[in-house]
């Protein structure tokens, strides 16, 4: 069984500049969920997807924005970078939706210049 | 609004020197509690998921342990790869999970 993975593992940005996550869901699974992780702290909840809709939002800017694929495959993009976009960027997919563990990717570390 | 305090912030250990590691959270209506462990630069690896008040779930030299309002992850005579960030998680209404910061643990040979 494939875990969840994501791509790129690593990206160097400039601020003002647009950038675009990737994330496969662990294979059985149709919910995906995004966090960011800055240094030192506790992910915390950007937006998650079941079915290829949004299906609740943290408190992020509208600048964050995601897309679900049919495969349940995954995008965030982010427009407009700032410094503080400067994080460690997690994709977590679980079975379905309510109570269900989320199983995390390895992450995508993003930093903002 | 759903909240998650994890103490202590970091923890020494040495080897064979068990000890618990505590999560308190105030949320609305708890529909589940996780633990994750998690490597430096590398994604959280699930470890445990507890439901309700009472329960224990046990793995390898790791227990947790859940409370009305706190649940605790006992570590049994740790090895240097148990070194690692364990991070608490709530789940109440909605379907984000809401993180503490997590305890840095390190465990001396």
């Known amino acids: 069984e494939t875990g969840v993975t994501q791509s790129p593992t690593h990206l160097i940005k400039t601020r003002g500049q647009q950038v675009t996550l990737r994330c496969s869901s662990q294979s059985g699974h149709n919910t995906v969920s995004w966090y960011q992780q800055a240094l030192g702290q506790g992910p915390q909840f950007i937006f998650q997807y079941y079915r290829e809709e949004e299906n609740g939002r943290g408190n992020f800017p509208p600048r964050f924005s995601g897309l679900q694929f049919p495969n349940y495959s995954s995008e965030l993009n982010v427009n407009a970078l700032e410094l503080d976009d400067s994080a460690l960027y997690l994709c977590?997919?679980?079975?379905?939706?309510?109570?269900?563990?989320?199983?995390f990717g390895p992450g995508t570390r993003l930093t903002v210049l | 609004e759903d909240q998650v305090t994890q103490s202590p912030e970091a923890l020494r250990l040495q080897e064979g020197e068990s000890s618990s590691l505590n999560c308190s959270y105030t949320?609305?209506?708890?529909?589940?509690l996780f633990w994750y462990r998690q490597d430096p630069g590398k994604g959280p690896e699930f470890l445990f998921t507890l439901y309700s008040a009472g329960e224990e779930k046990e793995k390898e030299r790791l227990k947790a342990t859940l409370t009305k309002k706190e649940s605790f992850l006992h570590i049994t005579a740790p090895k240097p790869e148990d070194s690692a960030t364990y991070l608490c998680a709530v789940q109440a209404g909605s379907e984000k999970l809401v993180f503490g910061k997590g305890t840095k643990l390190t465990v001396n040979p």
């Open positions: 949320v609305s209506g708890l529909r589940g």
């Open positions: 977590a997919s679980s079975p379905a939706q309510g109570i269900d563990t989320q199983y």
